[in-house]
């Protein structure tokens, strides 16, 4: 492991120490410790030196995404909410725009990315917000739901309609006609600060529209799923990690009928279960950095596959992780029962269990 991010997953491990349990019950991780991993750079790690980050290569970012993963997995969707936004950015973005708007992101500021509305999730076909120009501006109309990170975001990038086409466009989350509301009581990763945005006629100078604007929808929101796909997939090996350890260190040490739980086979066979699912889902994970890294033509498959094999691992190995703790791992706050609520949000977000496997059976018959 390279001092780089080695000393990465220390500073993420010296703010997080305990705390995740409280951030978990309280809904709120403390925004200033946000911005000061914003501004380490630490939340969007692949963003180029050129515009201030780390550099990060996919493989590298991946162990760290994991590593917050394994502590707090709102710290995590937090991260990957930052990346998802600066890749966006980088992508689609002009270079003025990237030199803009890639800086704040390392250096405190927090952004959030909207593609979900109330009548349009996977279907992004049915997405109603609308982006216009205005002469010299740009009006946005429309309204987002689970935007992650929103609740504590400075940026908002927003997909939309543009005509006949789709944009992007980066919107200040305090201009007037926003309106942030945040979800209640999600079922997991409760303190990654969901919301549901309200944008009313927000007027905005078109240079907030990136890359001018025009292009097809779907090539747009693929664009960012790409990266929140790769960032879940190491998030959930980060669950596995978390429900292994702590199943492992139980079964070590808890007595039962005169011998440690680990003795007992059915019990083994649990542990054995968890330590497959962690390295299955770590070399996808490997594999889909290594397409990502390498610009490889197979980066689209391997990165769904490593999502969806991750995800269906992480909420597997949750619930085993649980019957293997039983009432010890029940309280609410407890590493792995954090860890059962929010490995099921992952089988969801950025493409759900169904949608991925659509997209591997269709890559199945291309092989045919």
């Known amino acids: 492991m390279s001092d780089a991010i080695a000393d990465a997953m220390a500073a993420v491990s010296a703010r997080v120490l305990d705390r995740a349990a409280d951030w978990d019950l309280a809904g709120e991780i403390p925004p200033s410790l946000l911005r000061e991993l914003g501004d380490m750079g630490l939340l969007c790690a692949e963003v180029p030196a050129a515009f201030g980050g780390l550099g990060m290569t996919s493989a590298v970012s991946g162990e760290l995404t994991a590593h917050a993963g394994s502590l707090c997995s709102s710290l995590r969707s937090v991260m990957t909410s930052q990346g998802m936004a600066a890749w966006t950015i980088l992508r689609l973005g002009g270079l003025a725009q990237r030199r803009e708007l890639l800086p704040r992101l390392t250096g405190g500021e927090l952004a959030a990315v909207g593609f979900s509305e109330r009548d349009a999730g996977s279907d992004v076909a049915t997405m109603s917000t609308l982006i216009r120009r205005d002469g010299d501006d740009v009006v946005v109309d429309g309204a987002k739901v689970w935007m992650t990170a929103a609740g504590y975001a400075d940026l908002l990038v927003v997909f939309g309609r543009f005509g006949d086409d789709a944009a992007a466009v980066v919107v200040p989350a305090n201009a007037p006609g926003v309106r942030i509301e945040r979800v209640r009581d999600p079922l997991g990763c409760r303190a990654a600060g969901h919301a549901n945005v309200l944008l009313d006629s927000v007027r905005l100078p078109a240079g907030h529209l990136l890359g001018g604007g025009g292009q097809s929808l779907q090539l747009l929101v693929t664009t960012a799923l790409s990266y929140g796909r790769m960032s879940v997939a190491w998030g959930c090996v980060g669950i596995l990690r978390a429900c292994l350890a702590a199943a492992s260190a139980h079964a070590k040490t808890r007595q039962q009928f005169g011998k440690t739980l680990g003795e007992h086979q059915l019990v083994a066979r649990h542990l054995a279960d968890l330590l497959i699912a962690e390295q299955s889902a770590t070399r996808a994970c490997e594999h ?24 269906t691992s992480a909420a597997a190995g949750a619930s085993t992780a649980v019957q ?9 706050g407890h590493v792995v029962a954090r ?30």
């Open 339 to 368: 860890a059962y609520r929010d490995a099921k949000l992952m089988e969801i977000i950025e493409g759900s269990n169904e949608i991925c496997q659509l997209v591997l059976a269709q890559h199945a018959l291309t092989l045919a």
């Open 324 to 332: 293997v703790l039983a009432s010890a791992g029940a309280q609410d």
């Open 288 to 311: 889909a950095s290594k397409c990502w890294d390498d610009g490889s033509s197979d980066v689209v498959m391997a990165t769904v596959l490593a999502k969806h094999l991750s995800a």
